[in-house]
């Protein structure tokens, strides 16, 4: 089993719509949650991190921790073509950052 | 990817060849980090350092060897290159006290090795 999940997608939605995505982990050490976007051919930009649970909120992305579930969840509101792109995971463990697969979201104009 | 490079951004290799992968950095981050990533996954870690001298393994370490002689540099080696090792690479940097506030990664190299 891998310590980090995430449904790979393509994930498809119009514009506008809310995005939601997911992942969850078993390592219950894991501390900060991280996320990460990343367009074709380039490196990862994180968007948000979280540290333990809660919610935090970033002009239209917000992130839900959930470590009773072990869950964290990304959303994205009024979705643009924009941010059409590959969605990751990732949490920490003693200075090693473990990543889920990535989503891939396509956002139709 | 303000203040990562990564040096070359393209390379192909035939089994058995060596190279070698430079990340350079102009943030003086303590923190820098090698990671691969292959088709339909996440990234995975190679090598790590937590500052100047130190190396350490991460998840993936075999058939790589790294060195930190510089700050501002971290080299990723491939001694012997084999086909499995066609991936891209990218380095990443964080800054003092682990912060995710300063948290940036290179471009990338995509390596294939034929």
């Known amino acids: 089993q891998k310590e980090v999940e995430q449904d790979p997608g393509p994930l498809s939605v119009p514009e506008g719509a809310i995005v939601s995505l997911n992942c969850t982990y078993s390592?219950?050490?894991?501390?900060?949650f991280m996320w990460y976007r990343q367009y074709s051919r380039k490196g990862p930009e994180l968007l948000m991190y979280?540290?333990?649970?809660g919610n935090k909120e970033d002009g239209r992305f917000t992130a839900q921790v959930d470590k009773s579930s072990k869950y964290i969840s990304l959303f994205i509101r009024d979705s643009q073509p924009s941010d059409s792109a590959t969605y990751l995971c990732?949490?920490?463990?003693?200075?090693?950052?473990?990543f889920g697969s990535g989503t891939r979201l396509l956002v139709r104009p | 990817n303000a203040g990562v490079t990564q040096t070359p951004k393209f390379r192909v290799l035939k089994t058995g060849q060596s190279m070698t992968l430079l990340c350079a950095q102009d943030?003086?981050?303590?923190?820098m980090y090698w990671y691969r990533q292959d088709p339909g996954m996440g990234l995975r870690l190679i090598h790590y350092?937590?500052?100047?001298?130190?190396?350490a393994k991460g998840e993936v370490p075999d058939g790589y060897n790294v060195s930190r002689l510089k700050k501002q540099n971290f080299l990723l080696g491939l001694e012997s290159a084999a086909p499995s090792q066609t991936s891209v690479y990218f380095c990443?940097?964080?800054?003092?006290?682990?912060?995710?506030?300063?948290?940036?990664f290179g471009p990338g190299t995509r390596l294939t090795v034929l």
């Open positions: 990732a949490m920490d463990s003693s200075y090693k950052l473990i």
């Open positions: 390592n219950s050490a894991f501390q900060y």
């Open positions: 943030m003086n981050h303590e923190y």
């Open positions: 990443g940097t964080q800054g003092a006290g682990w912060s995710y506030d300063e948290q940036f």
């Open positions: 979280t540290y333990s649970s």
């Open positions: 350092s937590v500052g100047e001298g130190t190396t």
